[in-house]
Structures are given as structure tokens and as C-alpha cells.
């Protein structure tokens, strides 16, 4: 029925933040950050045949952080993000979509039913010039 609310229960998901960790976040704002992605972890189904939680981070360079599938509970993901590190530096958002691209989204072993969902976590504007 129109306006009903969907039952997501079960449903997969592969779930990968990019998170900004260039200079002009600050150290701050980067801890803002990372409460942010734990308060989005917590109120998720955590597993390998729910979400599974992956992140990059990035600023004049582009890492993964941890992959999909690397911890299979709330309390795993979220101590894997406590840990990530904050570097400084310019603000590349190419490398990092890239990287998704080439190393999270294309060799996830999950069936295709699973969404992929990318959130992306920036400041501001790229430093990338645009191609002509």
C-alpha cells in the first residue's frame, strides 16, 4: 500500500564511507566525523548476510581504511572506525571515488541483490582541476 513503510529486515547492503581527512576538515570536525559513521553503524544489522561496512579515507592520497566484510559486528566496525587516523593535507575526493570503484565496489563477493551504497563525507571542494 502507498505510504506504508517498507520492512528492510534481512535486506543486504555494502555499505562504503569516504571520509575527508584533509586540512581544512581540522582535527574537530574529523571526530565529528567518525561519531557520525558510528552513529549511522549503530543502527544497523551488521553481518555478512546484512550491511557490511567498509571506509576510505582521503586527502592528498586515498586508503582504504578497512573492506567490506573485514568485521562482521557493531562493536568490530565501530572500533575499526575509532582507530582511522587523521592526516591532513589537500583535498583529493578523486582518488578516493576511484579507489571505490576499482577496490571496494569491484571485488565485493556479495550477490548482486546487495545495494551499494557510497556516502561521502567532505568539507568542500576538490582539488582536482577540471579536464578541458
Known amino acids: 500500500m502507498v505510504g506504508e ?6 535486506a543486504q547492503m555494502d555499505l562504503l564511507f569516504l571520509i575527508d581527512s584533509s586540512g581544512s576538515v581540522g582535527i574537530d570536525n ?6 557520525f559513521l558510528n552513529n549511522i553503524v ?17 586527502s592528498h ?10 568485521y562482521s559486528t557493531k562493536t568490530a566496525v565501530t572500533s575499526a572506525i575509532n582507530a582511522i587516523y587523521y592526516d591532513g593535507g589537500n583535498t583529493y575526493t578523486d582518488l578516493a571515488l ?12 556479495r550477490k548482486s541483490l546487495a545495494a551499494k551504497v557510497l556516502v561521502l563525507v567532505t568539507d568542500g571542494q576538490s582539488k ?3 579536464k578541458q
Open 30 to 35: 574529523f571526530i565529528k566525523t567518525l561519531a
Open 98 to 109: 576511484d579507489l571505490a570503484r576499482t577496490d571496494i565496489f569491484a571485488t565485493t563477493t
Open 61 to 70: 592520497f586515498a586508503i582504504v581504511s578497512f573492506n567490506l566484510g573485514k
Open 5 to 10: 513503510e517498507e520492512n528492510c529486515a534481512g
Open 42 to 58: 549503530s543502527n544497523l544489522d551488521i553481518g555478512e548476510e546484512e550491511t557490511r561496512v567498509a571506509v576510505i579515507r582521503f
Open 128 to 130: 582536482v582541476k577540471r
